[in-house]
Each structure stands twice: as C-alpha cells, then as structure tokens.
C-alpha cells in the first residue's frame, strides 16, 4: 500500500526556517517522482518543489532561492528546507508521489508549472508563519 507521511510543519516566526520531510512506505522513492504543494485557506493548491527519480529539481518562483528539495533514497524520504519564511507561506504543505515515467516533474521543468496531477499523496502538514 503506497503511503506517504509528512511531518516537520509548525509554527515559526517570519525569516525562519523548517524542514519539511516526506516519508514514502509500499514503495520505492528510486522510481518515483515527488512533489511539494501547498494550499493556504480559500486558495487553490500550488505547486512548490519537485525533485524527478534522476535528481533534477523545480522551484516555483515564490519559493525559488530560500528552498532546498532533496531525497535520500535509503530512507526513502524527501525533504523541503523552507528558509527566509514569510506569512504568505502559511499553508498545509503536501508531498505527492508520480511514476517517473509520467511528466509530473520534468513538466514543470520545461514549463514553470508544477501541476497538482500526481498520483498519491500525503494528508499533509500545517506550516503556519506568525509573529
């Protein structure tokens, strides 16, 4: 059964960090592509990160330059260093899992546009930014 378990959100002050960690059990993250997302209150969900099965890596532009994906393939988890942290980034935050094969990633690479088109996904955590 593929599950995906995020932890790591909180409650941190505005210029803060966290570490956002994906751990993926019923399968193995070396085939997958993963992807973070988020959605605040009243918004639609948007795509953050994504790291494909070769390492390459997407940022959108409102995470780009104070974010980190990476994957430790022996733990089969992904993380989301997350720093400079400002209000708007409140949301629940999720992690997603998509064969490598289908585009998900590499997609948004080419595009600029990480779609919320994976095939599992995680419930999620709560990052709130709050002075």
């Known amino acids: 059964q593929v599950r995906l378990v995020e932890s790591g959100g909180g ?12 751990a993926a059990s019923g399968f193995t993250l070396d085939y997958y ?6 959605q605040a209150p009243g918004k639609e969900r948007e795509g953050v990160s994504c790291i494909s099965s070769d390492g ?5 532009d409102s995470v780009k330059g104070r974010s980190t ?3 430790d393939n022996a733990k089969n988890t992904v ?4 720093n400079s942290l400002k209000p708007e980034d409140t949301a629940v935050y ?11 990633c590499r997609a948004a690479q080419a595009m600029g546009e990480l779609k ?10 709560q990052v ?4």
Do not use: E
Request: glycine fraction near 12%; aromatic fraction near 18%.
């Open 128 to 131: 709130t930014v709050s002075s």
């Open 69 to 71: 994906i990476s994957r």
């Open 79 to 82: 993380y989301l260093q997350v």
């Open 33 to 38: 592509s993963i992807g973070w997302f988020r």
């Open 94 to 104: 999720y992690c997603a899992a998509d064969y490598a094969w289908r585009p998900g």
């Open 56 to 60: 390459s890596t997407y940022y959108a």
């Open 11 to 22: 409650l941190v002050q505005p210029g803060g960090s966290l570490r956002l960690s994906c």
């Open 116 to 125: 919320p088109n994976f095939g599992s996904w995680g419930q999620g955590t």
